[in-house]
């Protein structure tokens, strides 16, 4: 009996410990590798926006292939070399520094609630402020650059999996569909499989330069406050 007893407690002192080190959100860091010493680590970005929100299942912005799409919204002011996209749920105890924080996150920073994350970086024909509305913003052409399901680098889920997301894009300078260049972005976000999205999450938008200006909101019209 008291064999049995130390393996359960054994079990799960390492299920706390894989629950406290799951969610760990380091320094985010650009494609840019830099040797020290024996190591070599990916050189942080300079310049990284952070949103904390919270998804509930009968608020998604849209349905795509079967599956339920948030979006977040994002001004880009200037021609970028990179962008990094990255997201993790729940949250956590993670301590957000100047992290934009919704209402609905405000309200449901406790949950224990979270999700498989799988993102999508997707740039609009929209290159002007003036330009920027609901409608034009619906019926514009969205073009994905790049998406993520699954990273190695990202803290792992409470469960132990793997499940956060991470991309990093350069910028295709000879490719106008495919250059990063001014104007509205926005960041899809949903699950792996198909079903409800439900959970705080933290998403951050980086860039290897500097970018005065960058906005970003969960509604176009709270974008447009803020530029």
């Known amino acids: 009996m008291k064999t049995k007893i130390l393996a359960v407690l054994s079990l799960l002192t390492i299920g706390v410990a894989l629950q406290g080190n799951a969610q760990k959100l380091k320094k985010f860091g650009s494609s840019i590798e830099k040797k020290i010493g024996p190591k070599t680590i990916k050189v942080p970005y300079?310049?990284?926006?952070?949103?904390?929100?919270?998804?509930?299942?009968g608020n998604e912005d849209e349905v795509k292939d079967g599956k339920k799409f948030y979006y977040i919204y994002v001004w880009i002011p200037a021609v970028a070399?990179?962008?990094?996209?990255?997201?993790m749920s729940p949250v956590g105890?993670?301590?957000?520094?100047?992290?934009?924080?919704?209402?609905?996150?405000?309200?449901n920073a406790k949950s224990k609630d979270y999700f498989d994350t799988y993102i999508t970086l997707e740039r609009s024909d929209i290159i002007s402020k003036d330009k920027i509305s609901e409608s034009n913003a619906k019926n514009a052409k969205w073009v994905t650059l790049s998406r993520n399901d699954d990273s190695g680098e990202m803290p792992?889920?409470?469960?132990?999996?793997?499940?956060?997301?991470?991309?990093r894009y350069k910028s295709q300078v000879g490719n106008p569909t495919k250059a990063l260049t001014a104007g509205l972005y926005r960041i899809g976000f949903t699950t792996?499989?198909?079903?409800?999205?439900?959970?705080?999450?933290?998403?951050?938008?980086?860039?290897?330069?500097?970018?005065?200006?960058?906005?970003?909101?969960k509604t176009i019209e709270e974008l447009k406050k803020g530029l």
């Open 81 to 87: 070399p990179e962008l990094g996209v990255r997201m």
């Open 192 to 217: 792996f499989k198909r079903g409800e999205v439900k959970g705080t999450f933290v998403a951050e938008v980086a860039a290897p330069i500097k970018l005065p200006g960058v906005v970003m909101a």
């Open 93 to 107: 105890k993670n301590k957000l520094k100047k992290a934009i924080k919704s209402k609905a996150f405000e309200a």
């Open 46 to 57: 300079t310049d990284v926006i952070t949103y904390a929100g919270y998804a509930s299942p």
């Open 156 to 167: 792992k889920i409470p469960s132990g999996q793997s499940y956060n997301s991470l991309l």
